[in-house]
Each structure stands twice: as C-alpha cells, then as structure tokens.
Nanobody, 125 residues
Framework: QVQLVESGGGLVQAGGSLRVSCAGS????????VGWCRQAPGKERDFVAA????????KDADFVRGRFTISGNYAKTTVYLQMNSLKFEDTAVYYC??????????????????WGQGTQVTVSS
C-alpha cells in the first residue's frame, strides 16, 4: 500500500499563486507515476497533472497548461504542484494520486489507484 498526505492548500485571491505538496510513504517504490487530481463542488474528479519518476516526464490537463507545474523529489517521495495565475474555477479539493505498477501518464482520474485525503484550495474572485 501507498499512503499519500497532502499539505499546502488554502485561500488565495484570483491571480495569485499557491503550492501544494504531497508526501508519500509505504510501498512508494511500486508507484512510478504520481500526480494530482481535483474535485470541485458538484463535479466529478478531474485529472490535473502527473509525473513519471523515471525520466521525469510530465503530463497536464489543458485547463492548467502554462499555469500549473508539477515536480517531485523521488528520494524524498514528495510531489509538488505549483499553481500560478489561479482562477476562481480552480477552487477544488486537490488530491495527490499514484498509479500502481503502471508507467503510463494517464489523463484519467479513475486510473489512479492511490489517493490522499485531499487539501482544499479556494480561489476568491
């Protein structure tokens, strides 16, 4: 099993920046792909971004491209999501996610096997 714990959420004004972090523990070596998904009130969970430890390849959703950046420290099993130019519609619970035994940077939230508890990000307009 892999445990994921998010931190760094909060309230920010539109146009501002925020960084959320995720610390992994447990059998993190079994997860080669880690990332972030989010869920806004009344909506389904959406993929945001992911990174593959081997080689550092990343993938992100169209709606965050150019604004959000995913990065990670494999040795510390920590993943970050730097969010710039935040918009009101970015308000959501952000979840750290990981795939079990897959190297594919999937853009589908339902293909991520491990989920953290989530951290709330609220953007005021």
């Amino acid at each position: 099993q892999v445990q994921l714990v998010e931190s760094g959420g909060g309230l920010v004004q539109a146009g501002g920046s925020l960084r959320v972090s995720c610390a992994g523990s447990g059998r993190t070596g079994s997860s080669s792909v880690v990332g972030w998904c989010r869920q806004a009130p009344g909506k389904e969970r959406d993929f945001v971004a992911a990174i593959r430890w081997s080689g550092g390849s990343t993938k992100d959703a169209d709606f965050v491209r150019g604004r959000f950046t995913i990065s990670g420290n494999y040795a510390k099993t920590t993943v970050y999501l730097q969010m710039n130019s935040l918009k009101f519609e970015d308000t959501a619970v952000y979840y750290c996610v990981a795939r079990a035994r897959s190297l594919v940077l999937s853009p589908r939230a339902d293909e991520y096997d491990y989920w953290g508890q989530g951290t709330q990000v609220t953007v005021s307009s």
